[in-house]
């Protein structure tokens, strides 16, 4: 009998939403915050991206707005959708540069690292 994986789940524990298919995020470059035992990043937290946001990661050297074409990344800007790792969300977070997330499309995973109220605070419909 085959072994089947059960659907990612987000943070509501419901199926997981795509966070986004332009540009084409997640761990496993196909729309959504999956994760598994290879995202040593835990890419999980569906964020959308702030100018702010940008530079701050960048000023911590991931630079996210920078094209890199040799590995398919178009380079973010300010309303982009992508799957951030949730310890970065979290640094993020503690120098008040967190970017606002959506949460139907977080991964359940991110609870693991981040308390669900406080997610829920950077709910992408109340800002």
């Not at 094209?67 to 790792?85: H, I, S, T, Y």
Request: include cysteine; charge should be negative.
């Amino acid at each position: 009998m085959p072994v089947t994986t059960p659907p990612a789940r987000n943070i509501f524990g419901e199926p997981l939403v795509p966070c986004s298919f332009d540009p084409l995020t997640g761990f496993f470059r196909d729309g959504c915050c999956k994760t598994n035992a290879e995202d040593i990043g835990t890419h999980v937290v569906c964020a959308i991206m702030t100018d702010e946001f940008l530079a701050f990661s960048a000023s911590r050297g991931n630079d996210l707005s920078t094209p890199v074409p040799e590995w398919g990344f178009p380079g973010l800007k300010g309303g982009d959708q992508w799957c951030l790792c949730a310890l970065r969300w979290m640094e993020a977070l503690e120098a008040d540069m967190a970017p606002p997330v959506v949460l139907e499309s977080t991964n359940l995973a991110a609870l693991e690292m981040i308390d669900e109220d406080v997610l829920k605070q950077f709910d992408h419909r109340l800002r």
